[in-house]
């Protein structure tokens, strides 16, 4: 412990020193003793949460592929520790990037199990019962494994978004946990994840802090420079191409997250891998599923091992979040119309949604969307997009000034034809609206979103 | 990977040593009014007994273990004469078995000797079916006291714990006292 609410032990505890509280030093986080080596940055999922409101997340994400409910918010929780963002970092709506460590410590999501496990499996699971007042705890020593347990009889609530006010956050506290299995004990800093307590309705334990990194980063170490960097994943047929930095040139490993269920906690393994430093490639082994990879290099220590970064293993490249570019001008309100979204370019998540705002009240327009990125005068705002133009239905400004898209991958235009959704390709969206008293033209548009889809 | 190495002395000693300064686990954050609204009793005593069990469960799974605390002393809310056991997950049996857990009070506060306040609720289950009177929120229901010059000290835990400051020991029974009236 680095600084402390409490008195000072060897000081005499006094009446006269019943008040006297030590100045609270800018790092408060403490350590339990111990680490996790290389064989031991596993980590497995017993979904046994039995609560409804535990594992009834059903939102996909492209960051965390196929796994749902608890098992997706404690991998969330888990992953915070990774030494860089996890994939893009996204994933939490709440709490931003994901991702955060900076230090030689990296996690391996290995699925789920299919027990409990003994007390250093590196398993997280429910159990029976409650302690009132206490949510979850972590059972170490931790050199050879731990376990996590989370009560039965808390009030869980799985995200993505908020939790209810009455349901504790179980991607927040099991990023407190997961904070212990690695060696770091509780901190001073209210605002640090490992803060000893937490109230219903708060998401802030998803996030982990300076206090937080500065810990984690005295176990482990500041992220090396030669620490192995995984930029990005692309699958073509049975083949895996990882980029990044500070490959061995001989001798790297691919790890892989296991396919379904069960296993003992061992990833799966390409081994012998030989990189020009940048690149690894290797065929996809039977037994691995979606997950992250990670490339350790030849190396066992703790730098040896890269950050994870998700992958489907289906043909196709990374997701990345929709970004927008090009402008738009102000219209008869004074104000320019702009476009926002929720969701992601994810065919399978099939969750995008567009929105315009600031326009005048009621004025009709229509989202259309193209190939190519442009930026030309167009009436009284610019033309975004050019080539393969496809106009989607007419619609009136709601009261407010917005209108909106719900972009459904599954129905025409995006299902087929020359508008189709195909993973790896780019579509850009725009909105244009009549405006008549917004200049001579007669109408002007939003400025404009582009779209990569991916699985 | 390796599994199920058997716990080494050291390494129990080492875990035990980081317990010795804090207490692990992430538990509700609770004020003194919440803790008493949620508690059958808290009380002030003298750790007399001191006893870790196993229980292997065919559903919350192998290697669960709890300390029991024998707790001799009188009750804050009514001021009788009381002697608890009080329940934790976590210890050790012995050098080689046990485990420890994240949620316990630490070995320093829970030796035998020490003259604590434990508030504690009768719980049903604890995991593998054990019913117990469970030492609520585990190390947050825990505050150990001291002998200063005008009388007996509870030595405040810091934020989001029940008793977060240091306070004189009759002073908070004077405020359990209130808030249990208030309960009924």
């Given at each position: 412990?680095?600084?402390s609410h409490?008195?000072a032990?060897?000081?005499?505890?006094t009446?006269g020193?019943?008040?006297?509280?030590?100045a609270?030093r800018?790092?408060?986080?403490?350590?339990?003793?111990?680490?996790?080596?290389?064989?031991q940055?596993d980590?497995?999922?017993y979904?046994?949460?039995s609560?409804g409101s535990?594992?009834?997340?059903q939102?996909?994400?492209?960051a965390?592929?196929?796994?749902?409910?608890?098992v997706?918010?404690?991998?969330?929780?888990?992953?915070?520790?990774?030494?860089?963002?996890?994939?893009?970092?996204s994933?939490?709506?709440?709490e931003?990037t994901l991702?955060?460590?900076?230090?030689?410590?990296?996690p391996?999501?290995?699925g789920e199990?299919?027990s409990?496990?003994?007390s250093?499996?590196?398993?997280h699971?429910e159990i029976?019962?409650?302690?009132?007042g206490v949510l979850?705890?972590?059972e170490?020593?931790i050199?050879?494994?731990?376990?996590?347990?989370?009560?039965?009889n808390?009030?869980?609530g799985d995200?993505p978004?908020?939790?209810?006010?009455?349901?504790?956050?179980l991607?927040?506290v099991?990023?407190?946990e997961?904070?212990?299995?690695?060696?770091l004990?509780?901190?001073?800093?209210g605002?640090?994840?490992?803060?000893p307590?937490?109230g219903?309705?708060?998401?802030?334990?998803?996030?982990?802090n300076?206090?937080?990194?500065?810990g984690v980063?005295a176990i482990?170490g500041?992220a090396?420079?030669?620490?192995?960097?995984i930029?990005?994943?692309t699958?073509?047929g049975?083949q895996?191409?990882?980029?990044?930095?500070?490959?061995?040139?001989?001798?790297?490993?691919?790890?892989?997250t296991?396919?379904?269920s069960?296993?003992?906690?061992?990833?799966?393994?390409?081994t012998?891998?030989s990189?020009n430093?940048?690149?690894?490639?290797a065929n996809?082994p039977?037994?691995?599923g979606?997950?992250d990879?990670?490339v350790?290099?030849?190396?066992?220590?703790?730098?040896?091992?890269?950050?994870?970064w998700?992958t489907?293993?289906?043909e196709?490249?990374?997701c990345?979040?929709?970004?927008?570019?090009?402008?738009?001008?102000?219209?008869?309100?004074?104000w320019?119309?702009t476009l926002?979204?929720t969701?992601t370019?994810?065919?399978?998540?099939?969750?995008?949604?567009?929105t315009?705002s600031?326009?005048p009240?009621?004025?009709a327009?229509i989202?259309f969307?193209?190939?190519n990125?442009t930026?030309?005068?167009?009436?009284?705002?610019?033309l975004c997009?050019?080539?393969?133009i496809?106009?989607?239905?007419?619609?009136?400004?709601?009261?407010?000034?917005?209108?909106?898209?719900?972009?459904?991958?599954?129905t025409p235009?995006f299902?087929?034809?020359?508008?189709a959704?195909?993973?790896?390709?780019?579509k850009r969206?725009q909105?244009w609206?009549?405006?008549?008293?917004g200049?001579?033209?007669?109408?002007?548009t939003?400025d404009a979103?582009?779209?990569?889809?991916?699985? | 990977?390796?599994?199920?190495?058997p716990?080494?002395l050291?390494?129990?000693?080492?875990a035990?040593?980081?317990?010795?300064?804090?207490?692990?686990?992430?538990?509700?954050?609770?004020?003194?009014?919440q803790?008493?609204?949620?508690?059958d009793?808290a009380?002030?005593?003298?750790i007399?007994g001191s006893?870790?069990?196993r229980?292997d469960?065919?559903v919350?799974g192998?290697?669960?273990y709890f300390?029991?605390?024998?707790?001799?002393g009188r009750?804050?809310?009514d001021?009788s004469?009381?002697?608890?056991?009080?329940?934790?997950a976590?210890?050790?049996?012995?050098?080689?078995n046990g485990?420890?857990?994240?949620?316990a009070p630490?070995?320093e506060?829970?030796?035998?000797?020490?003259?604590?306040?434990?508030?504690?609720a009768?719980?049903?289950?604890?995991?593998g079916?054990?019913?117990?009177?469970?030492?609520?929120?585990?190390?947050?229901?825990l505050?150990r006291t001291?002998?200063?010059?005008?009388?007996t000290?509870v030595?405040?835990?810091g934020?989001?714990y029940?008793?977060?400051?240091?306070?004189?020991?009759?002073a908070?029974?004077?405020?359990?006292?209130?808030?249990?009236?208030?309960?009924?």
């Amino acid at each position: 412990m680095k600084a402390s609410h409490l008195i000072a032990p060897g000081l005499g505890l006094t009446v006269g020193l019943v008040l006297l509280f030590p100045a609270k030093r800018a790092d408060a986080w403490s350590t339990i003793g111990g680490n996790l080596g290389q064989s031991q940055r596993d980590f497995r999922v017993y979904n046994n949460f039995s609560d409804g409101s535990d594992n009834n997340n059903q939102t996909y994400h492209y960051a965390f592929p196929n796994y749902y409910g608890a098992v997706q918010a404690i991998w969330k929780g888990c992953i915070e520790w990774s030494s860089l963002p996890h994939g893009d970092g996204s994933g939490d709506p709440i709490e931003g990037t994901l991702g955060s460590g900076g230090a030689n410590f990296d996690p391996s999501f290995q699925g789920e199990a299919n027990s409990v496990g003994g007390s250093n499996d590196n398993i997280h699971s429910e159990i029976s019962g409650g302690n009132g007042g206490v949510l979850a705890f972590a059972e170490t020593p931790i050199s050879n494994g731990w376990r996590i347990r989370y009560y039965e009889n808390i009030n869980w609530g799985d995200g993505p978004l908020e939790v209810g006010p009455n349901q504790f956050d179980l991607q927040g506290v099991a990023c407190h946990e997961y904070g212990h299995a690695l060696g770091l004990g509780h901190s001073g800093n209210g605002g640090a994840t490992m803060t000893p307590s937490i109230g219903p309705g708060n998401e802030s334990s998803r996030s982990i802090n300076n206090d937080d990194q500065a810990g984690v980063q005295a176990i482990y170490g500041s992220a090396s420079g030669s620490k192995p960097v995984i930029t990005g994943v692309t699958i073509s047929g049975n083949q895996i191409t990882v980029t990044g930095t500070d490959f061995s040139g001989s001798g790297n490993q691919i790890w892989f997250t296991q396919a379904g269920s069960g296993g003992n906690g061992e990833p799966v393994k390409v081994t012998g891998l030989s990189s020009n430093g940048t690149t690894l490639t290797a065929n996809i082994p039977g037994n691995a599923g979606p997950g992250d990879v990670l490339v350790r290099k030849n190396s066992t220590a703790h730098s040896g091992l890269s950050n994870p970064w998700p992958t489907t293993l289906l043909e196709g490249p990374d997701c990345v979040d929709p970004s927008i570019y090009c402008s738009s001008l102000p219209n008869s309100t004074g104000w320019p119309a702009t476009l926002s979204y929720t969701g992601t370019g994810s065919i399978l998540a099939n969750d995008l949604t567009i929105t315009c705002s600031g326009l005048p009240n009621g004025v009709a327009g229509i989202f259309f969307y193209g190939n190519n990125a442009t930026s030309t005068p167009f009436g009284e705002g610019l033309l975004c997009v050019q080539g393969g133009i496809v106009r989607l239905n007419v619609q009136f400004a709601q009261f407010g000034g917005t209108a909106e898209k719900v972009v459904d991958y599954d129905t025409p235009p995006f299902d087929s034809g020359a508008g189709a959704a195909v993973v790896g390709e780019t579509k850009r969206f725009q909105f244009w609206y009549r405006d008549s008293m917004g200049g001579p033209a007669g109408f002007n548009t939003s400025d404009a979103l582009s779209v990569t889809f991916c699985n | 990977m390796i599994r199920k190495t058997p716990i080494r002395l050291g390494l129990a000693a080492l875990a035990l040593l980081g317990a010795a300064a804090f207490g692990q686990a992430q538990i509700e954050r609770l004020n003194l009014e919440q803790m008493v609204v949620k508690t059958d009793d808290a009380v002030v005593g003298v750790i007399i007994g001191s006893e870790v069990i196993r229980i292997d469960h065919p559903v919350d799974g192998p290697e669960l273990y709890f300390t029991h605390l024998t707790v001799e002393g009188r009750s804050l809310v009514d001021g009788s004469p009381e002697e608890v056991v009080v329940t934790f997950a976590g210890g050790f049996v012995d050098r080689e078995n046990g485990v420890w857990n994240s949620e316990a009070p630490s070995a320093e506060d829970t030796k035998l000797g020490n003259e604590i306040v434990a508030f504690y609720a009768h719980t049903e289950n604890m995991g593998g079916d054990l019913e117990a009177n469970a030492l609520y929120a585990a190390h947050g229901g825990l505050y150990r006291t001291v002998e200063g010059r005008n009388g007996t000290i509870v030595l405040g835990r810091g934020e989001g714990y029940a008793v977060q400051h240091n306070i004189a020991l009759e002073a908070l029974n004077t405020r359990i006292k209130q808030i249990a009236l208030e309960k009924k």
